[in-house]
């Protein structure tokens, strides 16, 4: 089984809806990180945490909030989706006081 | 400022030849760590190879190796005897130690040809 899973995988929604993507890992980190993106910018960092009562904003989130429900959970929200929010999405992962970080899956977003 | 810059967008190998993916960094930090990950066409992110600032020997993972110049600050991947599985986005990245984050570069898309 993976060590750390993204749902869904690919999500179509509307302009105005809320949407939710979740992340869980059996790694065992403390840290987790909510990344976006888009071709030709790499990626870029939304949101992180680096346990249960510490979230932090990363470098582009507004229009975004997060959850982190426990340890091994991490959700990232759009309160109102819109269509420059259509990318691919990763959760990540690290342990306190090592650099690497593990990516899940990504969940690719279309904003319609 | 950009603090990781990988200049070519696109480069072709032929089979079992080696490739060199060219990274460089910016940073007055003297404590930092270089990453590679490797991002095939279905989308995944799959950690490589780490190199920290302090490390005296360049990194080597299997056919992959950091290729480290610290004083020219780059950090370039080299993948030997390159397998038709090696196409893919390769992207290089930085955590500096008073930092939280990876920056990343824009990639570089390696295509192998038989």
């Known amino acids: 089984d993976a060590d750390v899973t993204q749902t869904p995988r690919n999500r179509i929604t509307k302009t105005g809806k809320r949407i939710m993507l979740e992340c869980s890992q059996t790694?065992?980190?403390?840290?987790m990180y909510w990344y976006r993106q888009d071709p030709g910018l790499g990626l870029r960092l939304i949101y992180y945490s680096f346990d249960v009562k510490d979230i932090n904003k990363g470098e582009i989130s507004d229009g975004y909030s997060v959850s982190r429900q426990a340890q091994a959970k991490f959700s990232l929200s759009l309160e109102s989706a819109i269509p420059n929010q259509t990318a691919l999405y990763f959760c990540?992962?690290?342990?306190?006081?090592?650099?690497?970080?593990?990516f899940g899956p990504g969940t690719r977003l279309l904003v319609l | 400022a950009q603090k990781i810059t990988q200049t070519q967008p696109g480069m072709f190998v032929q089979e079992k030849e080696a490739v060199t993916l060219d990274c460089t960094y910016d940073?007055?930090?003297?404590?930092?760590?270089l990453f590679w990950y490797k991002q095939p066409s279905s989308g995944e992110m799959i950690f490589l190879i780490y190199?920290?600032?302090?490390?005296?020997q360049n990194a080597t993972e299997g056919r992959y190796s950091l290729n480290f110049q610290k004083a020219r600050k780059s950090a370039n991947l080299v993948i030997s005897a390159s397998q038709l599985g090696d196409s893919a986005m390769y992207f290089c990245a930085m955590r500096e130690d008073n930092d939280y984050k990876l920056s990343f570069g824009a990639g570089t898309t390696v295509t192998v040809r038989a």
């Open positions: 940073t007055s930090d003297p404590s930092y760590g």
């Open positions: 790694k065992g980190h403390d840290r």
């Open positions: 990540a992962t690290s342990e306190t006081g090592s650099g690497t970080q593990y």
């Open positions: 190199q920290g600032s302090y490390d005296q």
